[in-house]
């Protein structure tokens, strides 16, 4: 079987786990999660970086930081993994599911700015906060968001689970990682992100009194000193130091694995330019994407070409339902038709992307599609 996407674990990652064990220091204190922190901020250019124990966990504090609670309105992408919704229905809020746009795949810019300037205008309330994603690794088009964002008081927070490494190239955001322009951004090291910690997420800021209040409440909320002190209800959201260790070791090698996402998405780009019925993942403008997942739209669904695939040995995975399909969310309001998100949802397949993946695997992955496609 070749494998969806898998971890690479070829580095330093032995070697810092053993000095963990070595040394004891395997729970949540520990020199690496402090490490993994500051290196984290440092490749992100960002002020700090906070370690916690997955990237719902980030995405759930962000929301509690920013005071949102119950009957708050917050808009978030249709098109996303439930992990970027529920928190905010951890907190008894009130979504706001996005469409998308075609070109990037993300929260479509246009009906997020209309929507912001005609509330102004009418003097309506203004949503409590927008999380706003990047999805599979392309960067949303933030740039306008983020001015209006910030002249109508509207926080901003990005959910860059998908999307370590992604960054504005060109253009007025030129030069920043996505997850580094709103007013908090959360990542996610789950075992098939682009790099891995087994479990893990970061939640990042320029402001320093946010980072404090969130390592705060991410170790319950516990006073420092010797006595059991609580000044607010708090969390358990620690990364331990053995999944930090592993970040540290992963993060040495993120370079490498960003230029062979990118390769691989480049051949696959290449391979697969002709093929009628089939659209290729977005480049949005301005923009170097990661291709975390490399995913293509097939314009008769993706259960065929999956089965195709899985027949021959190749694992591949539908993208996200689109949430306002989903019992949770159906109720939720909704911001645009719904119609783009449905049609990424309908199409949209990733394939084999693993940033060890062989030449002769890519070969592999490239003709099955062909065949599936020219035969259809
Ligand atoms: C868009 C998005 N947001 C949030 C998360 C949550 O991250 P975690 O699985 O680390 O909780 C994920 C992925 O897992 C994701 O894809």
């Known amino acids: 079987m070749i494998p969806l996407c898998e971890p690479n674990l070829d580095g330093h990652e032995l070697a810092y786990l053993t000095q963990c064990v070595q040394t004891n220091f395997v729970s949540s204190v520990g020199a690496f999660v402090g490490q993994f922190e500051q290196n984290f901020a440092a490749f992100l250019g960002v002020p700090h970086a906070v370690a916690v124990s997955n990237g719902t966990a980030a995405i759930h504090l962000a929301l509690v930081l920013l005071g949102i609670g119950p009957g708050d309105e917050v808009w978030v992408s249709d098109f996303t993994f439930a992990a970027s919704i529920n928190p905010i229905l951890y907190l008894r809020a009130r979504p706001v599911l996005v469409d998308s746009e075609l070109e990037t795949w993300n929260l479509d810019p246009k009906l997020v700015v ?12 203004q949503p409590k906060a927008i999380l706003a994603v990047h999805i599979v690794g392309s960067p949303l088009q933030l740039h306008e968001i983020a001015q209006v964002c910030w002249q109508f008081h509207v926080p901003l927070v ?32 789950n075992g098939n992100k682009i790099m891995t910690t087994g479990g893990g997420g970061m939640l990042v800021t320029a402001d320093a009194q946010l980072a404090a209040r969130a390592k705060h409440l991410s170790t319950q909320a516990k006073e420092p000193g010797y006595a059991y002190f609580h000044d607010e209800i708090g969390y358990n959201y620690r990364l331990t130091n053995v999944a930090a260790a592993l970040g540290v070791a992963q993060l040495e090698r993120m ?43 097939f314009a008769h669904g993706w ?15 539908p993208l996200w ?52 496609v020219l035969k259809s």
């Open 255 to 297: 370079d490498h694995f960003l230029e062979a996402k990118r390769a691989i998405a480049k051949r696959y780009d290449t391979a697969f330019a002709d093929l009628a019925g089939v659209r290729l993942p977005p480049r949005p403008a301005d923009t170097a994407p990661t291709f975390w997942l490399y995913s293509l739209l």
């Open 321 to 372: 339902t689109a949430l306002h399909r989903m019992p949770p969310y159906r109720d939720c309001a909704r911001l645009g038709s719904g119609l783009v998100a449905e049609e990424l949802c309908d199409q949209g397949l990733s394939l084999p992307c693993s940033v060890h993946l062989t030449l002769a695997q890519q070969d592999e992955v490239i003709a099955a599609v062909r065949q599936y």
């Open 158 to 189: 990005e959910d860059a689970a998908e999307a370590l490494g992604a960054r504005y190239t060109t253009g007025p955001l030129a030069g920043r990682q996505v997850g580094s322009i709103g007013d908090i951004g959360c990542f996610s090291f």
């Open 303 to 317: 259960l065929g070409p999956l089965q195709w695939l899985e027949a021959r040995g190749i694992q591949s995975r």
């Open 114 to 125: 209309a929507e912001l300037k005609r509330r102004d205008r009418l003097g309506l309330p």
